[in-house]
């Protein structure tokens, strides 16, 4: 059975500074890893995803997330926090796409401080 | 951009009472999901669906849940007899071979 961890409820970063937000995950097949923000009452954003090739994956908003096998991490990245980013980011994978669910972690909520 | 809508945003009802959460999902896409989430908690899949039948379904998903496809375009959650736990935000998906495009999603209140 596949699983998602996210180390950390709520991380809070300053304004500028870099912005790491931690996703283990547990799958028996190669996973597909994703990222989604989601804003005070509002649905969920795909952010990024990785499926195959390169690990290192960017996506919206200057967020990146890189994919590594050997510590089943998928770790989201941003080098400088803006005000904006202020919400909440579930981890989640997959087992492949066309019908396979999406098994979210239990999401982190970042606070951006001016 | 093409996008999954789901329709009420929000709906008040009472305990014992039938709802139906309608979506429109996208067009082309041939897999459909349900999710929930209750208030502060993670997103929890509860149903994928796939050519008019169920392909998987959870725990969650017990007999007082159902799921339609009525017409070419919607998708429907129907909860038969709601419980104060039903309340939650319920989220509609659709898929095509690469990645799931959530809704808007409907908040649902039970009374």
């Known amino acids: 059975a596949q699983s998602v961890t996210q180390l950390g409820s709520h991380v809070s970063v300053s304004e500028g500074a870099l912005v790491l937000l931690r996703c283990n995950y547990s799958s028996s097949v190669p996973p597909y890893l994703f990222w989604y923000v989601q804003y005070p009452n509002q649905g969920l954003q795909l952010l990024l995803k990785y499926t195959t090739g390169a690990t290192l994956v960017k996506g919206i908003n200057g967020f990146e997330a890189e994919f590594k096998k050997s510590e089943t991490s998928f770790h989201l990245t941003k080098p400088s926090a803006h005000m904006s980013d202020a919400a909440e980011y579930f981890c989640?994978?997959?087992?492949?796409?066309?019908?396979?669910?999406?098994?979210f972690g239990a999401g982190t909520r970042l606070f951006v401080k001016a | 951009e093409p996008e999954v809508t789901q329709t009420p945003s929000h709906q008040v009802t009472q305990m014992g009472q039938e709802v139906i959460l309608r979506c429109v999902p996208i067009s082309n896409h041939l897999y459909f999901y349900w999710y929930r989430q209750i208030l502060g908690q993670k997103v929890e899949f509860l149903v994928s669906f796939y050519n008019n039948e169920i392909s998987e379904k959870s725990e969650i998903f017990d007999d007082q849940f159902s799921v339609e496809r009525p017409d070419g375009s919607n998708f429907t959650l129907k909860i038969r007899s709601t419980k104060l736990e039903d309340s939650a935000m319920y989220f509609c998906?659709?898929?095509?071979?690469?990645?799931?495009?959530f809704g808007p999603g409907t908040r649902l209140t039970v009374l």
């Open positions: 989640a994978v997959s087992e492949g796409t066309g019908g396979f669910k999406t098994i």
């Open positions: 998906a659709s898929s095509d071979l690469v990645v799931e495009f």
